[in-house]
């Protein structure tokens, strides 16, 4: 399995950006994106299941949207009115028969 993540960036505060994550299966679990920002672990922020049953965060729920696009085996994280405390290394995960996949982090960077 391989997750190719595109997006991220640079941003004020209050912007937008939009991440996005293909994966080379067709068939998942759930498939999202996880963030870690520098000296701390790495949190949940958004994943959607193959059910479409969809978890945020409370950090970012009202903030962010995840979607699925299962034509193209893609999900995408639409980031509004961004925060300094979203500045991250953002990965894509995939979890497929009880086996997780990453794919490379992204940088996203909030200046307030």
């Known amino acids: 399995v391989q997750l190719q993540a595109s997006g991220g960036g640079l941003v004020q505060a209050g912007g937008s950006l939009r991440l996005s994550c293909a994966a080379s299966?067709?068939?998942?679990?759930?498939m999202g994106w996880y963030r870690q920002a520098p000296g701390k672990q790495r949190e949940l922020v958004a994943v959607?299941?193959?059910?479409?049953?969809?978890i945020y965060s409370t950090s970012v729920k009202g903030r962010f949207t995840i979607s699925r696009d299962n034509a193209k085996n893609t999900v995408i994280l639409r980031m509004n009115s961004l925060k300094s405390d979203d500045t991250a290394v953002y990965y894509c995960?995939?979890?497929?028969?009880?086996?997780?996949?990453w794919g490379r982090g992204t940088q996203v960077t909030v200046s307030s």
């Open positions: 995960h995939l979890r497929d028969n009880d086996m997780d996949y």
């Open positions: 299966v067709s068939a998942f679990y759930n």
């Open positions: 959607v299941s193959s059910g479409s049953s969809i």
